[in-house]
């Protein structure tokens, strides 16, 4: 079965401190791994995609296949990286997105 | 460029009643989908439509259905409402599908009496 799963709904840290937002998936397939993000009053919208293998606003992630998890990262948090973050899941020839149920993270001052 | 516009953005029913909620996307994409999203089951796809064709479609009953026209834009429709069809509906577009980057809409907020 396809799915996505982020444990944690509530992730709180201080300013400054690192983030690790949980990823795990299960596909049979090849997949294609998104992290999309959520600020207050605006739109979903895409932060990265394990393809691209760029660092956005100070946020990685990478797919371990291994694990088959990717999780996404960031040194140092800072308070306008407060939203929600969805880890998303596709595959080839599927034309569909596989949302997890979101991770709020909420950066303390 | 103009972003996803999804229209009505709220919308009150009855059970029993049916609605036609609509998704104009970004012009150029040609891909449209569709999500819930609710509290509890975070966003869970609905369907997909590429070039007026149904390429893909979720686990929901067939009360959902939905449709593309030959400009790309997209509608869905919900029959004979259920008070747990109360959620916000998302409309994403992209240029080919999943694969491509997907550009969401505002939503349409349902709520069901």
């Known amino acids: 079965a396809q799915r996505v799963t982020q444990p944690e709904k509530l992730l709180s840290v201080f300013k400054g401190a690192p983030v690790e937002l949980k990823c795990n998936y299960s596909?049979?397939?090849?997949?294609?791994l998104f992290w999309y993000v959520q600020y207050s009053r605006q739109r979903l919208q895409l932060l990265l995609r394990h393809i691209s293998r760029e660092s956005i606003k100070g946020f990685t992630a990478d797919l371990n296949k291994g694990e088959t998890s990717f999780h996404l990262k960031k040194p140092f948090a800072q308070e306008e990286d407060s939203a929600m973050y969805y880890c998303?899941?596709?595959?080839?020839?599927?034309?569909?997105?596989?949302f997890g149920t979101g991770t709020r993270l909420k950066v303390l001052a | 460029k103009a972003g996803v516009t999804q229209t009505p953005r709220y919308l009150i029913k009855t059970r029993g009643q049916q609605v036609t909620l609509s998704c104009s996307p970004i012009?150029?994409?040609?891909?449209v989908s569709w999500y819930q999203q609710t509290p509890g089951q975070g966003l869970q796809f609905l369907f997909e439509y590429f070039s007026e064709t149904q390429r893909n479609k979720g686990n929901f009953p067939g009360r959902f259905s939905g449709r593309q026209f030959s400009n790309s834009r997209s509608e869905m429709n919900v029959s004979t409402l259920e008070l747990g069809d109360s959620a916000l509906y998302l409309c994403?577009?992209?240029?080919?599908?999943?694969?491509?980057?997907?550009?969401f809409g505002p939503g349409t907020r349902l709520t069901v009496l």
């Open positions: 994403a577009s992209s240029l080919q599908g999943a694969r491509d980057t997907q550009y």
């Open positions: 596909y049979s397939g090849s997949p294609e």
């Open positions: 012009s150029g994409h040609r891909s």
């Open positions: 998303a899941l596709t595959g080839s020839g599927t034309y569909k997105y596989i």
